[in-house]
């Protein structure tokens, strides 16, 4: 996202009609967003899914490669929860395998 572009500020309920009704797209919505949304939706993310718990054994363990790449990243998505921060959306980071290895906030 462009520094000088604005977070729409009916993002999070067009998010939700999206979800549950699988409307769109909107308008004053970057397309790249509208995209993503209905690729997560193509490829069977469910995002009420019940998140495991951090406490499990093998949880919360970065592999080196892992830790290498959120320390690479993480200046990046500071700056993009700099630009989406009071929208209620976090950004996050996941493996090849959709295991979140970064979170903010």
Same mark, same amino acid.
């Given at each position: 996202? !462009?520094?000088?572009?604005? @977070? ?9 009609d =999206? $979800?549950? =009704? ?11 967003? =509208?995209?993503?949304?209905?690729r #997560?939706?193509?490829?069977? $993310? /469910? ?5 495991? /718990?951090?406490? *499990?054994?093998g949880?919360? !363990?970065?592999?080196?490669?892992? *830790? %290498?790449?959120?320390?690479?990243i993480?200046?990046?998505m %500071? *700056?993009?929860? #700099? *630009?989406?921060r009071?929208?209620? =959306?976090? $950004?996050?980071?996941?493996? @090849? /395998? ?8």
């Amino acid at each position: 996202m !462009k520094g000088s572009e604005q @977070v729409p500020e009916n993002l999070f309920s067009h998010w939700k009609d =999206f $979800v549950t =009704f699988g409307k769109g797209p909107y308008t004053g919505l970057q397309r790249e967003i =509208f995209e993503s949304w209905q690729r #997560a939706r193509e490829t069977g $993310v /469910d995002p009420y899914r019940h998140i495991i /718990d951090p406490g *499990a054994p093998g949880i919360g !363990k970065l592999t080196d490669g892992q *830790a %290498e790449l959120l320390t690479t990243i993480y200046p990046v998505m %500071e *700056a993009t929860y #700099a *630009a989406l921060r009071g929208s209620g =959306f976090r $950004v996050l980071l996941a493996d @090849v /395998d959709g295991w979140i290895i970064g979170s903010i906030p």
